[in-house]
């Protein structure tokens, strides 16, 4: 597990590389010694591959690879060890993937992604509970006729039964969550916007300071930073705000 309670706020911002290698490239070139987290998401991951994260990795980043997995048990197993191989800290999948199967997997023989018997790396494994692109109206759009936050609780609650490690919500569900998992788990939100700014395609938006004191572990910023005209000066505005 991460021991992120003995790291600064600032130095538990995550940002979001969704751009192309040589966007990636330079961003990371330009946060040298000050970024210490950074995001590989799909769209990165599907263009560059693992060798992208063992270059970052190499760089001296922490590296969360959010691909969001989503399959059958054996699928989601089988693809999480490969992204432990690739050297990534954390790698997430979906707590509404089926959760009861893989709660039944992790307590009888320890074999899905949490099996520590065979992990390649330190690696750890966070669920999605509901992306911070939904509001109420997206989720019963989906047939989820569930209150959001009572939605997110219900994933946390499989999850946390499952053995992961933490899990990924909004800042308005982080309380609750970090109730339900405790101190030490990660509770990483997106959805981040300083006040005033565009919140793109994101529902439940907040900013950097409200996320880390509703017990958020690691916040993660994507197009505030990257689309920012001074990416870095973007960085340190918000790492100053949450001192
Ligand atoms: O650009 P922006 O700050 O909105 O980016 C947020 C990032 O966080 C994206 O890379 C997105 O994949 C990720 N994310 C999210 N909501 C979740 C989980 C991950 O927005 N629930």
Same mark, same amino acid.
């Given at each position: 597990?991460?021991?992120?309670?003995?790291?600064?706020?600032?130095?538990?911002?995550?940002?979001?590389? @969704?751009?192309? *290698?040589?966007?990636?490239?330079?961003?990371?070139?330009?946060?040298? /010694?000050?970024?210490?987290? #950074?995001? +590989?998401?799909? $769209?990165?991951?599907?263009?560059? /591959?693992?060798? !992208? &994260?063992?270059? =970052?990795?190499?760089? /001296?980043?922490? &590296? !969360?690879?959010?691909?969001?997995?989503?399959?059958?048990?054996?699928? #989601?197993? =089988?693809?999480?060890?490969?992204?432990?191989?690739?050297?990534?800290?954390?790698?997430?999948?979906?707590?509404?993937?089926? =959760?009861?199967? $893989?709660?039944?997997? &992790?307590?009888?023989?320890?074999?899905? !992604?949490?099996?520590?018997?065979?992990?390649?790396?330190?690696?750890?494994?966070?669920?999605?509970?509901?992306?911070?692109?939904?509001?109420?109206?997206?989720?019963?759009?989906?047939?989820?006729?569930? @209150?959001?936050?009572?939605?997110?609780?219900?994933?946390?609650?499989?999850? *946390?039964?499952?053995?992961?490690?933490?899990?990924?919500?909004?800042?308005?569900?982080? *309380?609750? +969550?970090?109730?339900?998992?405790?101190?030490?788990?990660? #509770?990483?939100?997106?959805?981040?916007?300083?006040?005033?700014?565009?919140?793109?395609?994101? *529902?439940?938006?907040?900013?950097?300071?409200?996320?880390?004191?509703?017990?958020?572990?690691?916040?993660?910023?994507?197009?505030?930073?990257?689309?920012?005209?001074?990416?870095?000066?973007? !960085?340190?505005?918000?790492?100053?705000?949450? &001192?």
């Amino acid at each position: 597990m991460i021991d992120w309670q003995a790291q600064a706020k600032k130095d538990r911002i995550i940002v979001a590389l @969704d751009c192309d *290698k040589a966007c990636a490239i330079q961003k990371v070139q330009q946060f040298e /010694g000050q970024v210490k987290w #950074v995001k +590989v998401g799909m $769209t990165l991951f599907f263009s560059e /591959g693992p060798e !992208f &994260v063992a270059y =970052l990795k190499e760089s /001296g980043l922490n &590296v !969360f690879v959010d691909l969001k997995l989503y399959d059958i048990p054996n699928q #989601v197993k =089988l693809a999480a060890r490969e992204l432990m191989r690739c050297g990534a800290d954390i790698i997430t999948l979906h707590a509404s993937g089926g =959760l009861e199967t $893989t709660c039944k997997y &992790v307590e009888e023989n320890r074999s899905l !992604f949490l099996d520590r018997f065979d992990s390649f790396a330190d690696t750890s494994v966070v669920a999605v509970s509901v992306l911070t692109s939904f509001d109420q109206v997206g989720l019963c759009q989906i047939g989820i006729e569930n @209150d959001l936050a009572n939605q997110v609780d219900k994933l946390s609650l499989l999850a *946390k039964e499952a053995g992961v490690d933490g899990m990924v919500c909004s800042a308005f569900e982080a *309380k609750d +969550v970090r109730q339900i998992f405790g101190d030490d788990a990660l #509770v990483i939100t997106p959805g981040i916007r300083s006040a005033g700014s565009s919140v793109q395609d994101q *529902k439940r938006v907040a900013d950097a300071n409200f996320a880390f004191e509703q017990g958020a572990s690691h916040i993660v910023i994507g197009r505030p930073i990257m689309q920012a005209n001074d990416s870095l000066a973007a !960085f340190e505005e918000i790492a100053k705000s949450v &001192v």
